[in-house]
């Protein structure tokens, strides 16, 4: 009996089999998504799962495609009617910025909620991995994440020796709120080793008075813009040049976009602002 032939139809089938399975996994159905905030929406794009998403909240800006989803709400409530028209596969929200009864509703009607709090550098790199595994993109997010912790290390070994600087950061002029311990600020300044005089204070956001600045002998003022900011004025520094600060002209204004949304970019920010705060050290 002559196999030879018998071997060649078993390797035509094999083959033809592996490709039906790999054309199969190529072109499985990835879930649709609704992202309630910005950074989660900026997260997804990241990772891959841009074009899954099809509803989110006010202010999800970036990247340029994001402008084009439809929106379904915001901070303070959502459209739930419209959410039960889009039907998406998975609900990712955010769980301190969504509003909690109807996050609640959503869950009563069946819908898969997962939820992003990120308040760190590190939880940026779980919960990136997370999404792109559940969006049915896992390498990619795997070496997106991969390098972002890379990058990370090596920035926090760049500064972790450097000599530090009292520095206050600007949040938020009127009134003046400031950033304390267990704010998402607060690690930029430890990283780029900025000592930050209110940092103890329980509040992670607290409101405070130029008197109070003033006998801190702040050498360096913080004060992250947005083009989206409807109050871009700031703080009247000027006026008080009896702080080191302001008398030295030692006031930089990082880009609040990148700072204070929870992405990949806030690491770009965050080097960007660690090379600031060395020049002014120097």
């Not at 302001?246 to 602002?273: C, E, F, Y």
């Given at each position: 009996?002559?196999?030879?032939?018998?071997?060649l139809?078993?390797?035509l089938?094999?083959s033809?089999l592996?490709?039906?399975?790999?054309y199969?996994?190529?072109n499985?159905k990835k879930?649709?998504i609704?992202?309630?905030?910005p950074?989660?929406?900026?997260?997804?794009y990241?990772?891959?799962?841009g074009?899954?998403?099809?509803?989110?909240?006010?202010?999800?800006d970036?990247?340029?495609?994001a402008?084009n989803?439809?929106?379904i709400?915001?901070y303070i409530?959502?459209?739930i009617?419209?959410?039960?028209?889009?039907?998406?596969d998975l609900i990712?929200a955010w769980?301190?910025g969504?509003?909690?009864?109807?996050?609640a509703?959503l869950?009563?009607?069946?819908f898969?909620?997962?939820?992003?709090?990120?308040?760190s550098f590190?939880?940026?790199a779980t919960?990136?991995?997370?999404?792109?595994?559940?969006?049915?993109h896992k390498a990619?997010?795997?070496?997106i994440?991969?390098?972002?912790?890379?990058?990370l290390?090596?920035i926090?070994?760049?500064?972790?020796?450097?000599?530090?600087?009292i520095?206050?950061?600007?949040?938020?002029s009127?009134?003046?709120?400031?950033?304390?311990?267990?704010?998402?600020?607060?690690?930029?300044?430890?990283i780029c080793?900025?000592?930050?005089?209110?940092?103890?204070?329980?509040?992670?956001?607290?409101?405070?008075?130029?008197?109070?600045v003033?006998?801190?002998s702040v050498?360096?003022i913080?004060?992250?813009?947005?083009a989206?900011?409807?109050d871009l004025e700031g703080?009247?520094?000027?006026?008080?040049?009896?702080?080191?600060a302001?008398?030295?002209?030692?006031?930089?204004?990082?880009d609040?976009d990148?700072?204070?949304r929870?992405?990949?970019?806030s690491?770009?920010?965050?080097q960007?602002?660690?090379?600031?705060?060395?020049?002014i050290?120097?």
């Amino acid at each position: 009996m002559n196999i030879k032939p018998i071997r060649l139809l078993t390797a035509l089938l094999l083959s033809v089999l592996l490709s039906l399975n790999s054309y199969a996994n190529d072109n499985t159905k990835k879930p649709s998504i609704i992202a309630l905030s910005p950074h989660i929406v900026e997260m997804l794009y990241d990772v891959g799962a841009g074009e899954q998403i099809i509803g989110t909240t006010a202010h999800a800006d970036y990247p340029e495609q994001a402008k084009n989803i439809p929106r379904i709400g915001n901070y303070i409530r959502l459209q739930i009617e419209r959410v039960i028209e889009l039907q998406p596969d998975l609900i990712i929200a955010w769980k301190s910025g969504n509003p909690s009864d109807d996050l609640a509703r959503l869950e009563q009607l069946g819908f898969t909620i997962v939820y992003s709090q990120p308040h760190s550098f590190q939880d940026i790199a779980t919960e990136m991995r997370y999404f792109a595994e559940i969006a049915g993109h896992k390498a990619q997010g795997e070496r997106i994440t991969a390098a972002f912790e890379d990058k990370l290390t090596n920035i926090i070994s760049s500064y972790k020796n450097k000599t530090p600087i009292i520095g206050f950061y600007e949040l938020w002029s009127r009134p003046l709120t400031t950033v304390a311990q267990n704010s998402w600020p607060q690690q930029f300044m430890d990283i780029c080793k900025v000592e930050n005089p209110f940092k103890q204070v329980t509040t992670p956001y607290p409101q405070v008075n130029i008197e109070q600045v003033i006998p801190m002998s702040v050498q360096l003022i913080i004060q992250p813009r947005s083009a989206s900011q409807s109050d871009l004025e700031g703080f009247n520094w000027p006026n008080w040049q009896v702080i080191p600060a302001v008398a030295n002209n030692k006031i930089i204004k990082p880009d609040a976009d990148g700072l204070h949304r929870m992405t990949l970019r806030s690491l770009t920010a965050l080097q960007s602002l660690c090379a600031e705060v060395d020049l002014i050290r120097q």
